[in-house]
């Protein structure tokens, strides 16, 4: 049975800073591409960023470019989001998971919450 257990989130004021990590408990982590997902209040989960098998490639979504920096660390099965410039509008529950395909089931998400 898969797991992923994010962590990280927290109540931070606009401009702020936090780093979210997510541990995959799954053997096969380094073969998938991963993403981190929000779901902000009122709307849909979506992708906010992307990353790829030997994490040397990066995807954004213009919302959070130049703001937010994925990582993983295949070894130990995790892949973080570093978040930096925190602005109002990121508040949201946050999600790893894979980017595509069938995904795996979904952990409990950590909590982000930004001041203004």
């Known amino acids: 049975q898969v797991q992923l257990v994010e962590s990280g989130g927290g109540l931070v004021q606009t401009g702020g800073s936090l780093r979210l990590s997510c541990r995959a408990w799954?053997?096969?982590?380094?073969?998938?591409?991963m993403a981190w997902y929000r779901r902000a209040p009122g709307k849909e989960r979506e992708v906010i960023a992307t990353?790829?098998?030997?994490?040397?490639?990066?995807y954004y979504k213009d919302p959070v470019k130049g703001r937010f920096t994925i990582e993983r660390d295949n070894f130990k099965r995790f892949v973080y989001l570093q978040m930096n410039g925190l602005k109002p509008e990121d508040t949201a529950a946050y999600f790893c998971?894979?980017?595509?395909?069938?995904?795996?089931?979904w952990g409990q998400g950590t909590q982000v919450t930004v001041s203004s």
């Open positions: 799954i053997d096969i982590f380094s073969m998938e591409e």
């Open positions: 998971n894979k980017k595509d395909g069938i995904l795996w089931p």
């Open positions: 990353i790829n098998r030997a994490g040397t490639r990066q």
